[in-house]
């Protein structure tokens, strides 16, 4: 075993501590599949707009609170935002405009 | 590839240690496996630095990726299978020594 | 409201989910965020809705049938198993199979070795050829305990192994992904390709399971 002094990010988690394996699943809903679709169209070759390590390193860096409490494709959303501001594809301020559009127009009920 | 590329120096059956290394940012070695030796199974192929990749940088130089064999004896103080259980880890070779250099130079 | 909700289909050999949370009327942040994203993508002109709308059903149409169709062909063809071994990727373009862009390495279970999958960085997965992983390998619990403690992991997936059999773990981290083989269950003499790939189920190609046996 290495060194225990040394730091170990939250995500690399090989051999730590941990309870029993709950087999559950659930059937992924429809944001999730898009969310993994953006995640698979945005790293196609013929974009390059995002590469499999900048979503995991941008993960990996949500810290422990938040690595545990989100989801798995709610980290990669917000992955791939952070990924899509870091390389000037979208910007944050109109990342923050569409939101508070989209919060809108579901509470609406135009959503 | 057209990426600049670090030349494979290890073949299947070499003994090697991984890096006694901590730096922070995206690592693809687990901490779990720091400082531990293996034996190389095989090359895999020769891939971009995902830790540069990871910056959206273009991943050069390419380094070569090997899947390394440990035996899990070895790995866990606490291991209670069989002495012939491993766990094999595809590790780049910029983290990767010769074991017997190490093993030189704790005896030195 | 087509935004949120689809109807969830079953997989064969899926265990049953529990209930899902009633958030049809409620958006969540991260809900909104995917929406938001997608829709600022779709006005710059780098994704197109029919684009997200064709990754997301062939996606849908992945699952494990497909790495089981490469399991039965190596049961049935000595072969092709070898084929598997030399070269993954092109083992899975012979029986039709789309492998996506990363090296699939497929490692054999045999009386005497058993293999498990896991990545415990993150949660790589051959995903081309089964379809989106499981939730709980993906599950900080599976990630942390399999890598030290693969014997009693799998005894809590109901799969007790002898010493005699040694377990080799793969830690999936970088740019292969992996398959198992698992060994074709007795009482399969002359059975045909179909057949066989019914048993290979998805928790035997990832390790935790052996296949099914010809009584269920």
């Known amino acids: 075993m290495s060194d225990p002094e040394h730091p170990r990010s939250h995500h690399d988690m090989g051999g730590q501590p941990a309870g029993p394996v709950q087999p559950t699943e659930h059937a992924y809903v429809l944001w999730e599949k898009r969310v993994d679709a953006l995640m698979v169209l945005l790293s196609r070759k013929d974009r390059r707009l995002l590469t499999v390590d900048e979503l995991r390193k941008n993960i990996e860096g949500l810290g422990p609170e938040a690595y545990d409490k989100m989801t798995y494709y709610e980290r990669w959303i917000h992955s791939i935002s952070q990924t899509l501001i870091q390389r000037g594809v979208i910007t944050i301020d109109e990342l923050g405009r569409k939101i508070a559009d989209v919060e809108q127009r579901h509470d609406r009920g135009e959503l | ?105 704790r005896a030195a | 409201m087509s935004e949120l909700h689809d109807h969830p289909h079953e997989h064969p050999h899926e265990h049953p989910h529990p209930t899902l949370p009633d958030h049809q009327e409620h958006l969540s942040y991260w809900q909104a965020m995917e929406v938001a994203v997608r829709e600022l993508l779709i006005e710059k002109g780098i994704v197109t809705a029919d684009e997200v709308r064709r990754q997301v059903e062939d996606m849908d149409g992945r699952n494990a049938g497909m790495g089981a ?28 199979l789309d492998h996506g862009a990363y090296k699939l390495v497929v490692v054999e279970n045999t009386p005497s070795v058993h293999n498990v999958i896991v990545c415990t960085l993150c949660s790589c997965y051959p995903r081309w050829l089964l379809g989106l992983p499981p939730d709980w390998y993906k599950s900080r619990n599976y990630r942390s305990r399999v890598v030290r403690e693969p014997r009693a992991v799998l005894r ?56 099914d046996s010809p009584q269920g």
Not at chain 2, 86 to 100: F, K, N, R, S
Request: hydrophobic letters at 40%.
């Open chain 2, 1 to 105: 590839m057209s990426l600049p590329a670090v030349p494979a120096r290890f073949k299947t059956g070499d003994r090697v240690q991984v890096r006694r290394a901590f730096p922070p940012g995206h690592v693809r070695t687990p901490w779990y496996i720091r400082g531990l030796a293996g034996t190389i199974q095989r090359l895999c192929g020769t891939y971009p630095n995902p830790e540069e990749l990871a910056y959206a940088r273009s991943g050069a130089p390419a380094q070569p990726l090997y899947r390394v064999r440990f035996l899990q004896r070895e790995v866990w103080p606490d291991y209670s299978g069989s002495p012939l259980d491993t766990v094999d880890i595809e590790i780049y070779q910029h983290w990767l020594d010769p074991a017997q250099e190490a093993d030189h130079e």
């Open chain 3, 69 to 96: 169709k490469m399991v039965a062909r190596a049961w049935l063809d000595p072969a092709y198993k070898q084929r598997m071994f030399d070269d993954g990727n092109a083992a899975a373009e012979e029986v039709g």
């Open chain 3, 156 to 211: 809590e997936f109901g799969l007790d192994l002898p010493d005699s059999v040694t377990v080799r773990v793969h830690d999936s981290t970088a740019d292969m992904r992996y398959l198992v083989l698992p060994l074709r269950p007795a009482g399969t003499e002359g059975w045909s390709e179909a057949q066989l790939a019914a048993l290979a189920t998805r928790d035997s190609m990832i390790g935790v399971a052996v296949a």
